[in-house]
Structure formats: structure tokens, C-alpha cells
């Protein structure tokens, strides 16, 4: 996988935080993400390379909400530098 830009790593943190909506119609995207800029061309991006997926949002019809995928999961921990959790390979005293 490719590395992500600043702009994708936003995203992604928005997205992974629920702070980010697509309004299907004017097909512009909607975040309230202390700062960061989200357009809908990286978003576009993001699903593109599947690490983003839209699904409609049951509260406000043309509204999509943004979730990541499975593989956008990983590539935001992978950007974070963080690792799964693992066993320690000795015993403790």
C-alpha cells in the first residue's frame, strides 16, 4: 500500500472520530474535525483505494455517513505508528 499524504491521514482520523458526512446531492462532504480540511476529492481518493466506504445516514436523507473499512483501519494505525497488541515472548519473574 501506498503511504498516506497529511491530507488522507486527516481524513482518515476524522472518519475514524464520526465526524465526517457526505450530502449525496450537492456531493460535498461535511466535518467537524478540529481544523483539519476535508474535500471530497479525498474522499473520493480514500474509497477509491478502499479504505473508506459510505453508507446512508437513517436521520438525514441526502446525508451519507463515511466509515473505514477494514483495510483503512489498518493503514490509519500503520500512519499512527501503532501495532496490534501482542503476547510478550518471555515470562516475567
Known sequence: MTALSD????VLEAVAGGQVTRNR????????H??????????RSLEARGL????????????????????GVRALAAALGLRHATTPTTARP
Open 34 to 43: 478540529g481544523g483539519a480540511r476535508v474535500t471530497i476529492a479525498t474522499v
Open 7 to 10: 491530507a488522507q491521514r486527516a
Open 52 to 71: 473508506l466506504h459510505v453508507e446512508p445516514e437513517t436521520l438525514v436523507p441526502d446525508n451519507e455517513r463515511v466509515h473505514l473499512t477494514a483495510v
Open 25 to 32: 446531492p450537492l456531493d460535498k462532504v461535511c466535518a467537524q
